[in-house]
């Protein structure tokens, strides 16, 4: 009961956020990261009955990862960075791709000893698409980069750079992609900043 009474106050705050918070300006890179959010201001977005429903079916179907980092995993979510200053952990789920609003490729979570929490999910594009996805939504960049299998990555501009293990953590090699747009959505932690803000203030203390 608590649960889903939390996860509602979750969905109307960034219902909120979205109507009445600008959503980007003047980002800068967080440090010791190369996922860059676009740099351009936009107006603050309003809620549009669109819009509303597909925060809602994004809502609907996360609400089972939102505490559960397990369920995520076994549905075929993994780890691709550890925690990133103003962001969180980051998993990928590759099998999906384009927009769904009730499939983000990607879930980003905070930490606090073993317990996960969801706080944004995130969408990935091989470019900037030609029509926002979501109403008033902003992009995010992310540099081309080699992952690997305990989160770390390291940016690398082609594949057959990258080595087969990480050299700092001995993590094997994952995979690679090319420079990506990013859309990321702060559906279940309120973000000051904005709804498709790239970084949230809110989540600087936390840490693994």
Known sequence: MLRHRWASLALAAALVAAGTLGCGSDDKNPAGTTAVPQTHSTPSVTVSAALGRQLTDAHAATAKYATDLSAAERDGYMIITQMMPGMGFHYLNPNIKGFDASKPAILVYLKKGAAAQLVALEWVFPEQPTSPPLDGATYGSFDAACHF????????????????????????????????????????????????????????????
Not at 188 to 196: C, E, S, V
């Open 149 to 208: 299998k305990d989160g770390t990555f390291t940016p690398v501009a082609v594949e057959a750079n990258c080595p087969q293990k990480n050299p700092d953590t001995a993590s094997p090699f994952n995979f690679w992609h090319p420079k990506l747009v990013t859309m990321h959505v702060w559906l279940w932690y309120p973000n000051p900043a904005g709804l498709y803000h790239g970084t949230n203030p809110l989540v600087e203390p936390f840490t693994a």
